[in-house]
C-alpha cells in the first residue's frame, strides 16, 4: 500500500531495458527536443506515461454501449476539452482523436520546445538554458521548469522575464537571433527555389532518355527473321 504522505511514481519504465529499437527512438527525441543528456530517457518515459493514461481513459469511454448519454457523455467531452485546452487536440476534435496522439505531440507541449517555437530561443537547448536561468515567464510568473505544460491560453503570455536582460530588443542577443531567422528563412526560400529547377530539369533528363531509348528500340520489322514468316 505504502505511506499515504508519500505518493506513488506515475512514470513508467520500459518493461525491458535492451531493447534497441526503442533505445535508438528515445536517443532521437532526446536530440530533437533538447532533452537532457543526462535523465533524458526518464523525461520520455513521463511523456509515454501520461500519454498511455490518456489513451487508456479514452478506450474506456469509447467501449462502453451507453456513452451516448449521461455521465459517460460528460467525461468524453470533459476528456476532449481537456486535450484541447492543453494543445493536444484541434478545435472540433472527437474522443477517437485522442488515440491519435504521440510521444511527439506530448513533447511539442513542453514550455521549452513552445519558447523554441515561438522564436524566443534559437535551439532546443538554448530554450531549456533560458528556462533554467529564468529568462522565460509567463505573464508575470517567472517559469524555471523546461518540462512544465504549457496551456493553450498561456502561450500568448509567453515572454521574456521582466528581470531578463533579454527583454531589451538591441540586446545582441536578440539582434544575433533574428539575423539568424532571417538568414535561415533566406536559405529556406533558396533550397525551394533550386530544388523547383532541380525536379524540372531532372524531369526534361527523364523524358529525352525515355525518347532516346524508345529510337534506339528495335521495331517490329526487326524482330521478323530473315526469310519473313515461313
Known amino acids: 500500500m505504502g505511506h499515504p504522505k508519500f505518493a506513488r511514481p506515475k512514470t ?14 528515445e536517443h532521437a527525441l532526446k536530440e ?7 535523465g533524458g530517457m526518464r523525461e520520455i518515459w513521463r511523456e509515454k506515461s501520461a500519454l498511455r493514461r490518456h489513451r487508456n481513459q479514452a478506450m474506456k469511454l469509447i467501449g462502453r454501449v451507453d456513452s451516448s448519454e449521461g455521465h459517460f457523455a460528460r467525461e468524453k467531452t470533459d476528456l476532449v476539452t481537456a486535450m484541447v485546452r492543453k494543445g493536444l487536440l484541434a478545435e472540433g476534435s ?12 506530448m513533447l511539442s507541449r513542453r514550455l521549452q ?7 524566443l530561443a534559437p535551439s532546443m537547448r538554448a530554450a531549456r538554458n533560458m528556462i533554467v536561468h529564468g529568462h522565460i515567464s509567463i505573464g508575470e510568473q517567472r517559469m524555471t521548469v523546461p518540462g512544465y505544460k504549457i496551456l493553450r491560453a498561456e502561450e500568448d503570455n509567453l515572454q521574456y522575464s521582466a528581470t531578463s536582460p533579454y527583454l531589451n530588443d538591441n540586446h545582441p542577443f536578440r539582434v544575433e537571433m533574428e539575423q539568424l531567422r532571417i538568414t535561415r528563412q533566406s536559405e529556406d526560400e ?6 523547383g529547377v ?4 531532372d524531369n526534361d533528363e527523364f523524358v ?12 517490329v520489322e526487326d524482330t521478323i527473321p530473315e526469310g519473313g514468316d515461313e
Open 32 to 38: 530533437q527536443f533538447g532533452l537532457k543528456r543526462v
Open 113 to 119: 520546445s513552445v519558447v523554441y517555437y515561438r522564436g
Open 198 to 201: 532541380r525536379a524540372t530539369t
Open 208 to 219: 529525352q532518355q525515355i525518347k532516346a531509348e524508345a529510337e534506339k528500340a528495335p521495331t
Open 94 to 105: 472527437s474522443i477517437d482523436d485522442v488515440l491519435q496522439i504521440t510521444v511527439e505531440h
Open 12 to 25: 513508467q519504465t520500459p518493461a525491458h531495458p535492451w531493447k534497441a529499437a526503442r533505445i535508438e527512438e
Open 190 to 195: 533558396e533550397i525551394e527555389e533550386v530544388g
